[in-house]
């Protein structure tokens, strides 16, 4: 069963913007706190914002200023904004539960182009 489904991915060009999803079939206290994570060819995968129920937010210092990650409890969505895209962001984009890590999802593209 597939419980973390990413979408929204694509190509766009530097200065673009997308808006991931994170569809997530787990628990409410999994939800509590949930991440989105990078990971790019050769590279370590990172995270790059967090959430917990109540509205609190991080970001990566990469990301700052240019991310906003967001969620519809009612939908057990999260979400991820992305402006002002950056060639250096190109990876598949993951989210996951921050309390208990489920088995990871497929992931979604993002590729920016400079």
Do not use: H
């Not at 991080?58 to 002002?84: C, E, P, W």
């Amino acid at each position: 069963q597939v419980q973390l489904v990413e979408s929204g991915g694509g190509l766009v060009q530097a200065g673009g913007s997308l808006r991931l999803s994170c569809a997530a079939s787990i628990t409410t206290i999994e939800l509590n706190v949930m991440g989105w994570f990078r990971q790019a060819p050769g590279k370590q995968r990172e995270l790059v914002a967090r959430i917990n129920s109540g509205g609190d937010t991080n970001y990566a210092n990469s990301v700052k200023g240019r991310f906003t990650i967001s969620r519809d409890n009612a939908k057990r969505t999260v979400y991820l904004q992305m402006n002002n895209l950056k060639p250096e962001d190109t990876a598949v984009y993951y989210c996951n539960s921050l309390i208990r890590a489920r088995t990871w999802g497929q992931g979604t593209q993002v590729t920016v182009s400079s």
